[in-house]
């Protein structure tokens, strides 16, 4: 099994940035993802990124703001949230596969946190 716990949310104002942890722990993982769930609205999805060898997708809402890393040392995976904006307010999870798929699709990830509320004020 594969606990993910996500730290790091909290409340900011518009412009400011954040980063968001994600701990790994149990088996190691292949892939990660970041999703997002605004009030009233479907999750969706933010990045993904192999755990060892890049090949990272951004969706287009957060590409140049937003930048996922790793850290195998740490077994932790980061978010880092430049130029917020109030429409990137939401509950953000991390998400897992051991298969290395790297995808922006939910049912490719077998995985999940518990999530971390992010609030971006105006």
């Known amino acids: 099994q594969v606990r993910l716990v996500e730290s790091g949310g909290g409340l900011v104002q518009t412009g400011d940035s954040l980063r968001l942890s994600c701990a790994v722990s149990?088996?190691?993982?292949?892939?990660v993802g970041w999703f997002r769930q605004a009030p009233g609205k479907e999750r969706e999805f933010v990045v993904a990124t192999r755990w060892i060898g890049g090949g990272t997708y951004y969706a287009t809402s957060v590409k140049d703001r937003f930048t996922v890393s790793t850290d195998n040392a740490q077994n932790t995976v980061y978010l880092q949230m430049n130029s917020l904006k109030p429409e990137d307010t939401a509950v953000y999870y991390c998400?897992?596969?051991?298969?290395?798929?790297?995808?922006?699709?939910?049912?490719?990830?077998?995985?999940w946190g518990q999530g971390t509320q992010v609030t971006v004020s105006s």
């Open positions: 998400a897992a596969n051991q298969g290395a798929v790297v995808s922006g699709l939910e049912e490719h990830y077998d995985y």
């Open positions: 149990g088996r190691p993982v292949g892939a």
